[in-house]
Every structure is written in C-alpha cells, then in structure tokens.
Nanobody, 127 residues
Framework: QLQLVESGGGLVQPGGSLRLSCAAS????????IAWFRQAPGKEREGVAC????????YYADSAKGRFTISRDSGQDTIYLRMYNLKPEDTAVYYC????????????????????WGQGTQVTVSS
C-alpha cells in the first residue's frame, strides 16, 4: 500500500522560498506518477506539478511554471517541490499524490486520477 507523507510547510514572507518534501513508500510497480496539488481556502484543489518515477519526466501547471521545481532524490523515495518567489496567493494546503495511470493521463493533474494521497502540509505566504 502506497504511503505518502508531506513535510516542509510553514510561514514564509512574500518573495521567499520553501522546499516541500514527500516521503513515499510501498511502491510495487515500476512506474508511478507523483504529483503535488494544493488547495487554498474556499477553492478547489488544483494540480501544481508531477514527475514520473521511472524517467524523472516533469510537468507543470501554468501556475507553477517558472517558480516551482519538482524533483526526486536518487533513491526515488522522496519527491520535492521547491517554490521560489512565493506570493500570498500560493497560500494553501499542499498535498502529494500518486497514480499508476499513464503519463498522459497523469499530466491532466486531475484529483480523480490519483488514488493515493498524503495528509497535506500548510504553506502560508504572508508578511
């Protein structure tokens, strides 16, 4: 059974940076897509970025391009989301999620395509 545990959230000033981590365990297949989603108060959960476990291919939502970087460690059991030049509108609970669906489906970044989820970590961007 896949387990995902996020960490690294916190309070950061506008323009600051943060690195989120997702510790993953229980992988049984050669390929998974691991994604970061976020949910701001009163808003729907939205996909931010995803990475393939086999080749490290990445995909970003428009809201993340240029400011967020998704990566994995060499052992592939920790996935990171580095966030730069943070803005108040980046305030949200950030979740990592996993899917065994193919890469094309994964890059749609739809919640329904990701059956495994972590508990989330709060990111607050405020002065």
């Amino acid at each position: 059974q896949l387990q995902l545990v996020e960490s690294g959230g916190g309070l950061v000033q506008p323009g600051g940076s943060l690195r989120l981590s997702c510790a993953a365990s229980g992988f049984t297949l050669p390929y998974y897509a691991i994604a970061w989603f976020r949910q701001a108060p009163g808003k729907e959960r939205e996909g931010v970025a995803c990475i393939s476990s086999n080749y490290g291919t990445t995909y970003y939502a428009d809201s993340a391009k240029g400011r967020f970087t998704i990566s994995r460690d060499s052992g592939q059991d920790t996935i990171y989301l580095r966030m730069y030049n943070l803005k108040p509108e980046d305030t949200a609970v950030y979740y990592c999620a996993a899917s065994s669906k193919n890469w094309v489906i994964a890059t749609r970044l739809k919640q329904a395509d990701f059956p495994s989820w972590g508990q989330g970590t709060q990111v607050t961007v405020s002065s």
